[in-house]
């Protein structure tokens, strides 16, 4: 199996160790449309002159490697957590890459980093977190939206009902998404293939979630050896 990124960014999601799918998701503009390939062995890159929004990004690994790929450049990066502080700290500070030590390289290379910043909620949940860490001016709105691997992590085994709820939450969360997201802007989501994901109709989510304001502009492969010091993260409710 392999997995793909796309601009209305929509991807499929696999473990760390494996290729997965990444679906692109950009607003409903007509040269993006047009523009759009889905070609599976295309790749999404990312530049140091992008504002970029990490979503749910568990033990922040993800925005550490990508910082890494920008050469330290991390002014414009913005890294959210769904936990508080307290229960991302319990859950990866043990071991031989603890959370301590990756938020630190993220502020040492000037990236924002904030945790209870809820997928369905954007603006509230990270406004409020900018004021209790009393931090700096956040971006009006972001060129890029990156929400790796999302799922409500409820533990629900009967699947359908699994699948509504993760449906649930991912079309808040494009509604949430389109609200900070500037008008050329991109939504990178990706997912591991295979059923139930595959029952998600993510692309058809986004398009009805925002009454159209999103589509489906690629589809590309997305290596996790391409992040070098990318680690798996378990999910908490979104």
């Known amino acids: 199996m392999a997995k793909r990124k796309g601009g209305l960014q ?3 999601k696999a473990s760390c160790q494996r290729l997965g799918k990444q679906k692109v998701i950009a607003r409903n503009r007509q040269h993006q449309i047009e523009g759009g390939n889905r070609k599976v062995g295309a790749t999404v890159s990312y530049d140091d002159y992008q504002r970029i929004l990490c979503i749910g990004d568990g033990n922040f690994s993800f925005a550490r490697a990508l910082v890494r790929k ?12 769904y936990d508080t502080k307290e229960t991302v700290w319990e859950k990866y500070e043990e071991g031989s890459d603890p959370v301590s030590e990756i938020v630190e390289e993220l502020q ?3 990236a924002a980093v904030y945790f209870a910043v809820d997928a369905t909620q954007i603006v509230k949940t990270l406004k409020a977190a900018k004021n209790r860490q009393r931090a700096q001016q956040l971006p ?3 060129d890029r939206i990156i929400f790796n691997f999302p799922h409500v992590g409820l533990g629900i085994k009967d699947q359908d009902v699994n699948v509504r709820k ?15 997201l500037n008008p050329d802007g991109e939504i990178h989501v990706t997912l591991k293939e295979g ?14 979630a925002t009454q159209g304001m999103l589509t489906l ?6 290596h996790p050896a391409d992040y070098p010091g ?3 993260a378990t999910s908490q409710q979104q």
């Open 140 to 142: 009006d709105a972001f």
């Open 217 to 222: 502009k690629t589809m590309c492969a997305f």
């Open 230 to 232: 990318l680690s798996a």
């Open 10 to 12: 929509k991807v499929s």
């Open 70 to 81: 920008l050469e330290g450049q991390g002014r414009l990066l913005t890294a959210t957590a």
């Open 108 to 110: 040492g290379c000037d």
């Open 166 to 180: 993760n449906q649930q939450m991912l079309s808040r969360f494009f509604f949430s998404a389109c609200e900070v």
């Open 195 to 208: 059923k139930p994901y595959s029952l998600w109709n993510v692309v058809s989510l986004a398009h009805h």
